[in-house]
């Protein structure tokens, strides 16, 4: 079991930026692959990135794509978002996931569906 406490979210102006916390409790970090996804009211989960065990491999959705970095410290078992030129459209609750991978495979397409375990939440706003 694994046990996921995302902070870091907050109302910020359009362009700003936000640093998203990950904090991963439970089982052997370095273990897992980590994403980050979001939520916007009345639409679906949406993938926005994932890093592989060591952080030597990442991969990012589309829509945020040269804006938001990912990263981990697996000395301080947490992973990042760091959020920048930020938009109105990127209001959504963001969502961390841990996926069980001992054979450390890094995917390069990710679904909701291959985490194993989600954090709360954290809300980010984007004012215009």
């Known amino acids: 079991q694994v046990q996921l406490i995302e902070s870091g979210g907050g109302l910020v102006q359009t362009r700003g930026s936000l640093r998203l916390f990950c904090a991963a409790s439970?089982?052997?970090?370095?273990?897992?692959?980590m994403g980050w996804f979001r939520q916007a009211p009345g639409k679906e989960r949406q993938f926005v990135a994932a890093?592989?065990?060591?952080?030597?491999?990442?991969v990012y959705g589309d829509s945020v794509k040269g804006r938001f970095t990912i990263s981990r410290d697996n000395a301080k078992n947490t992973v990042y978002l760091q959020l920048s030129s930020l938009k109105p459209e990127d209001t959504a609750v963001y969502y961390c996931?841990?996926?069980?991978?001992?054979?450390?495979?890094?995917?390069?397409?990710?679904?909701?569906?291959?985490?194993?375990?989600w954090g709360q939440g954290t809300q980010v706003t984007v004012s215009s």
């Open positions: 996931a841990a996926k069980y991978e001992p054979s450390r495979i890094f995917y390069y397409a990710y679904s909701s569906q291959m985490f194993d375990y």
């Open positions: 439970g089982r052997t970090f370095s273990n897992y692959l």
């Open positions: 890093i592989s065990w060591s952080g030597g491999s990442s």
